[in-house]
């Protein structure tokens, strides 16, 4: 399976803009960008997914790099329902099922 | 979309004995997975099925774990003859279809403590 490599941790302001990278040096062209993250006492959630493209929905953008060796999830507001951990998932068009989580990284707010 | 349900949402039992959660799927999605996480840990992979039919099974489900799904529906995961190391929380997901634009969406987990 592809691998991904995220910061451990990080902390960012209640209502600025965070930016959380990940990092996919090894993907293919048929792997998926998919980004999970997960709540105290839940399970994973899903947020976004992107092939090429920059994505953006209601709930975060996605900016893929040219290479696509890396990507970064943009919260655009944060705030303090948004601590969590964040799981960077390379998902195959073609290949296998299951999803690979890491340890993502674990996004605190300050108020 | 009620989204994935999983029972019970806790679980505490005596070492040796037999447990079994459920999970119902989205209605709509022929796919659903099995995966177990430990504290600290990102989910692990154990097992799917498309329909009624298990497609792939981890090498951490031993033989001690048996998952079902009959009708291609709700499906159970059981463990017999728990140890400590069982320990953990159990998630369920379901998906619509294959194919890597294909989220999972997850139940909240059932935590399981052995005794």
């Known amino acids: 399976d592809a691998k991904t490599t995220q910061p451990n941790s990080m902390e960012s302001n209640e209502e600025e803009p965070v930016h959380l990278p990940c990092n996919h040096s090894?993907?293919?062209?048929?792997?998926?960008i998919h980004w999970y993250r997960q709540l105290p006492s839940q399970g994973p959630e899903y947020v976004i997914h992107g092939l090429t493209s920059n994505v953006n929905n209601r709930m975060a953008s996605l900016a893929i790099a040219e290479d696509r060796k890396s990507s970064t999830l943009i919260l655009h507001r944060a705030t303090l329902r948004d601590a969590a951990v964040y799981y960077c998932i390379l998902q195959n068009d073609f290949g296998n099922e299951k999803l690979t989580f890491g340890t993502g990284t674990r996004l605190t707010i300050i108020p | 979309d009620t989204g994935v349900s999983q029972n019970p949402r806790h679980k505490i039992t005596k070492r040796g004995q037999n447990v079994t959660f459920r999970c119902d799927p989205i209605s709509e999605h022929n796919r659903l997975y099995w995966y177990r996480q430990t504290l600290g840990q990102g989910p692990e992979f154990l097992t799917y099925f498309q329909n009624e039919a298990q497609l792939e099974k981890s090498r951490l489900l031993s033989d001690r774990f048996s998952a079902e799904r009959p009708k291609g529906s709700f499906s159970t995961l059981e463990i017999q003859r728990t140890e400590q190391g069982d320990s953990a929380m159990y998630l369920c997901?379901?998906?619509?279809?294959?194919?890597?634009?294909?989220?999972?969406?997850f139940g909240d987990g059932t935590r399981l403590s052995i005794l």
């Open positions: 090894t993907i293919s062209g048929t792997d998926y």
């Open positions: 997901a379901s998906s619509l279809m294959q194919g890597g634009e294909q989220p999972q969406h």
